[in-house]
């Protein structure tokens, strides 16, 4: 099956700087990676997400990439602000699963400091 | 919140007693899932369905159970629950086909004592 491993578990960083978080996953079959965002308490929301079709996906201050070759994926959030403190979760889905199974990473603890 | 809604919120329960959490949605999606997280983890699939009666194990299956008798319903199951079972429950939805983005509830937070 799918694993995916992410990387960093815990970044700080000071507001306005960038924050980067990569994931990687195994199943060369995997088509959809979505990014969720959870703040303390609250549920996990879907931020973005790419298809294995596309290289790159921004929305505004989010862009995701993807490296099919290298099976590996990246979150970048620039000008961060205090309100991007969350955690963050990588996922992916492979064409294999007709059921809509994602496997996900461990998170990413983000911390924006002012 | 994509019309979902887990009950109850937040439960404490003795090692040994069945619980059951519920999952319910307004829009009769087809496909439901129930993730626990747990610090370190993520999230992980404990079981899903793709329709009334048809559901399958995830990842993580032993000691729980699920049933859809209905659309709008999937029921988790805990046949007798361990302190390994402490964990936060999130019931998850795709509002179209299986490709179409995965959207969660607010969660049960479950303490076995």
């Known amino acids: 099956g799918e694993n995916v491993e992410q990387h960093p578990s815990t970044l700080s960083v000071q507001e306005g700087d960038s924050a980067v978080i990569k994931c990687t996953y195994s199943?060369?079959?995997?088509?959809?990676f979505p990014w969720y965002k959870q703040e303390l308490g609250k549920r996990p929301q879907l931020i973005i997400d790419?298809?294995?079709?596309?290289g790159e996906k921004k929305d505004q201050r989010i862009a995701v990439t993807l490296n099919k070759t290298a099976k590996h994926f990246s979150l970048h959030i620039t000008e961060t602000q205090p309100e991007d403190s969350a955690v963050y979760f990588c996922?992916?889905?492979?064409?294999?699963?007709?059921?809509?199974?994602?496997?996900f990473g461990a998170g990413t603890q983000v911390v924006v400091t002012p | 919140d994509a019309g979902i809604t887990q009950s109850p919120r937040h439960k404490v329960t003795e090692t040994g007693t069945p619980v059951t959490l519920r999952c319910h949605q307004t829009?009769?999606?087809?496909?439901m899932y129930w993730y626990r997280q747990d610090p370190g983890h993520g999230l992980r699939l404990i079981h899903y369905?793709?329709?009334?009666?048809?559901?399958d194990k995830g990842e993580v299956s032993d000691g729980y159970s699920v049933s859809r008798s209905k659309t709008e319903d999937f029921l988790l199951t805990l046949e007798s629950a361990t302190s390994s079972q402490t964990s936060v429950y999130f019931c998850?939805?795709?509002?179209?086909?299986?490709?179409?983005?995965?959207?969660f509830g607010n969660g049960t937070r479950l303490t076995v004592t």
């Open positions: 998850a939805i795709r509002t179209g086909t299986e490709n179409s983005p995965l959207h």
């Open positions: 199943d060369s079959a995997s088509n959809y």
């Open positions: 790419i298809r294995s079709n596309v």
């Open positions: 996922a992916a889905q492979g064409t294999t699963d007709s059921w809509g199974k994602l496997q």
């Open positions: 829009e009769n999606h087809r496909y």
């Open positions: 369905s793709y329709g009334v009666k048809d559901t």
